[in-house]
């Protein structure tokens, strides 16, 4: 069914008035082999995500939609039904092939721009009447920009959440049996290949407070164009990520884009299933040393992951050397920094900006107070468990 004529369409007087413009998009369209290629170059130029899409088929697509709209402009008309329903189909098409949601919303922009400004130019030599009655319509001319790319985002979201909705599934059941190591009637290596995974390649994990990821949060996550395969869910109170291929740096740099503070326990490379399990066991264990902001590396700190479980156990040795800790910091960074540099009274020295005989002091007065002399390695793994575990 055709929409209704706008007001400013309806001002173009008399059908011979508007004979020019017929007869400009008559000619045009007869054009848009040549016209086409130019302002898919412009929208490729402008938009580069846009060099995901097959550039064939996008000439097609964009052909077929100005073929309509030039048969819309000579006949004063909005989009009819049909048309809009293209342009539906044709979100879900570019949801399908990864294409930003922004990037398909800009493309109409940056095409009705071109396609207006080749009117007006042929216009202009065409017959100058056809410029004068064109701009009489320039309110329905972006009309069809509003409908067609609304529908197309229509349609792309509810794409992309249909298409998310499944992958989330598939991921809790892949988590849940990576963890339940594959309850009777689940098929972990068939669900692996179902997420794109490779069950015998390697595996890392990244933990994260789940009360940080949002759906909507997680969902952009898992939406980004990666170099390998990204997977990840909630399960409880984490956000857990299974990644190959994936340099565990560059998750950490875009979540970090939709929260700055997030935390990350990282787990170990490891080799097959059961290696992701274990990876997803270590990024859990290296999470709670991780403050808000900051990325705690299981093959870093696997000492202190491991102990932290059972802190409560050693809290009658660990809480009298914490409060000496608290109460003299100065004392347990000068240790923390005279173990990170080479046991080195200057280098700490350097570092602190003090002088070596304060480094010093500094060491003994900690051994009187903890009675652990971090010169042993006693004393020294001691202190760095003491200062290193999460508070009790």
């Known amino acids: 069914m055709v929409e209704p004529v706008t007001e400013g369409a309806a001002q173009a007087d008399t059908p011979a008035a508007w004979q020019p413009v017929v007869e400009l998009c008559e000619a045009l369209a007869g054009e848009l082999p040549t016209v086409i290629p130019k302002i898919v170059d412009r929208i490729r130029l402008e938009i580069p995500s846009y060099q995901i899409v097959d550039r064939e088929q996008q000439e097609r697509d964009v052909t077929r939609h100005y073929q309509g709209l030039l048969t819309g402009v000579a006949a004063r008309r909005l989009p009819t039904r049909e048309e809009v329903d293209a342009a539906h189909a044709l979100g879900a098409e570019r949801a399908a092939t ?152 560059a998750v950490v740099e875009a979540a970090r884009r939709h929260n700055p503070d997030a935390s990350f326990g990282i787990g170990l490379p490891r080799t097959g ?40 156990r050693f809290a009658v040795l660990l809480e009298p050397r914490r409060e000496v800790a608290r109460q003299h910091p100065e004392l347990a960074e000068t240790v923390l920094r005279f173990a990170e540099n080479g046991f080195s009274l200057s280098s700490t020295a350097r570092v602190l900006h003090v002088h070596p005989n304060t480094v010093k002091y500094r060491l003994q007065r900690w051994r009187q107070l903890t009675d652990w002399d971090v010169r042993t390695w006693q004393g020294l793994s001691s202190t760095i468990i003491a200062l290193g575990l999460p508070t009790l």
Not at 282 to 308: I, N, S
């Open 98 to 249: 990864g294409l930003p949601l922004y990037a398909l919303v800009e493309a109409y922009h940056v095409g009705y721009r071109e396609m207006w400004n080749v009117l007006l130019a042929r216009a202009q030599s065409h017959d100058p009447r056809a410029g004068a009655q064109l701009v009489s319509i320039v309110g329905m001319f972006w009309t069809w920009v509003q409908h067609s790319s609304s529908a197309a985002a229509e349609a792309y979201g509810a794409a992309v959440r249909a298409a998310d909705a499944t992958l989330l599934r598939l991921t809790h059941q892949f988590l849940d049996g990576l963890v339940t190591a594959a309850p009777a009637g689940v098929d972990l290596e068939q669900l692996a290949a179902a997420l794109t995974f490779d069950p015998a390649g390697e595996f890392q994990a990244l933990c994260s407070p789940a009360e940080d990821w949002p759906d909507e949060r997680m969902m952009e996550l898992r939406h980004q164009r990666w170099p390998g395969t990204l997977r990840c869910a909630t399960r409880g109170n984490l956000m857990i990520t299974l990644v190959q291929d994936i340099p565990p740096h």
């Open 273 to 312: 299933l059961p290696g992701a399990a274990m990876s997803m066991a270590d990024a859990r264990a290296a999470l709670p040393l991780a403050d808000p902001g900051q990325v705690r590396y299981f093959a870093d700190h696997w000492l202190l992951a491991t102990l932290a479980p059972t802190a409560q």
